[in-house]
């Protein structure tokens, strides 16, 4: 049988797509790539989406399709899941303690629970492995388990999608520190103003460990639950972006997109996205955030200065 992947965001790795390899390579099938011209050779498609935003339309109509982008209920079969493909990414563990209303981590993984160790992910060769544990810091001991792991065998390591700085304390700054692994820079989230004084403590931990810079996760365009409106979410991002400029770390400016119904609107429209749209640029560019201030020198720059007049409208500048 020849089973054709088609994965419809080809610049993210999937680790589901792994699984069904591993599982259909196991019964002497062979598994290649989608090439549509190819799709009539093909025994059985594979189509996988992380994202509900991206254009379903190339799917191919004969294929299997899953993954949150379809369905966020969606899962593999037993048989499949419990595969390890050791291809240096995937969990560690699942789920997460938290349940934030614009995130749906734990609606499709559920609680946090342990998923497996760095033996089930690494190739043995390979100097530097990527994990996209949801919430790792909440399960302490597996935590610390999977950093004696990566010290033993001196990989370098990507928490690739950020760590709950809430959870940082002294004993996990440690771990995280240059003297015990190898890693990449640090990522975590500063999704509400609220946590400001949280993030100067935490930040002050890391610090404390050589840990002088990390990335940290800005979400903007959420209609949370104070119903705010753009502008207010333009000035409460710009609060977040310029107090961690003012600490030393580097920013992502995240724009919310809605998963499903339930979740918050978006605040992000045609009317208003001329407002975020520079605000990404620069927070997510390290030279011009680091250097510029939004208001008075990037929105004056030959960059920021096409959206100059749609923060004037708002009331954002004079």
């Known amino acids: 049988m020849l089973v054709a992947f088609q994965n419809l965001e080809p610049q993210y790795k999937n680790y589901a797509q792994e699984k069904i390899k591993m599982y259909h390579m196991s019964q002497g099938n062979e ?98 492995i990527t994990l996209y544990d949801n919430n790792i810091l909440a399960l302490p001991d597996h935590f610390k388990y999977i950093c004696e792991q990566l010290h033993n065998e001196r990989i370098r390591v990507d928490f690739n999608q950020g760590l709950d700085i809430r959870l940082v304390d002294n004993d996990v700054a440690e771990l995280l520190s240059t003297k015990y692994i190898s890693h990449a820079q640090y990522h975590f989230a500063f999704d509400y103003s609220s946590l400001d004084g949280i993030i100067e403590d935490k930040i002050k931990i890391l610090k404390s460990k050589g840990i002088n810079r990390s990335t940290f996760y800005v979400l903007v365009g959420c209609k949370d639950r104070d119903n ?87 009331g954002l500048i004079a």
Request: charged share 25%; net charge positive; glycine share 6%.
């Open 31 to 128: 598994c290649v790539d989608y090439v549509p011209i190819m799709a009539h050779l093909y025994d059985l498609i594979v189509c996988s989406s992380i994202f509900t935003f991206t254009d379903k339309s190339q799917a191919d109509p004969r294929a299997i399709c899953g993954g949150t982008g379809f369905d966020i209920k969606s899962k593999l079969p037993e048989c499949i899941d419990k595969l390890r493909p050791k291809v240096n990414y995937g969990f560690c563990s699942r789920g997460c303690i938290r349940n934030c209303q614009f995130c749906c981590v734990r609606e499709k993984e559920g609680y946090v629970h342990v998923e497996a160790d760095i033996y089930d992910i690494w190739d043995g060769q390979a100097k530097e």
């Open 228 to 314: 705010k409106t753009a502008k207010e979410d333009i000035e409460d991002a710009l609060y977040r972006l310029n107090l961690l400029k003012g600490l030393g770390q580097n920013a992502c400016v995240m724009r919310y997109r809605r998963i499903h119904d339930k979740q918050p609107k978006s605040l992000i429209t045609k009317d208003t996205e001329k407002l975020y749209i520079p605000l990404a640029n620069w927070g997510n560019v390290h030279a011009a955030y680091q250097k510029m201030d939004f208001l008075t020198q990037y929105l004056n720059h030959e960059r920021g200065k096409p959206y100059k007049s749609y923060y004037q409208s708002m």
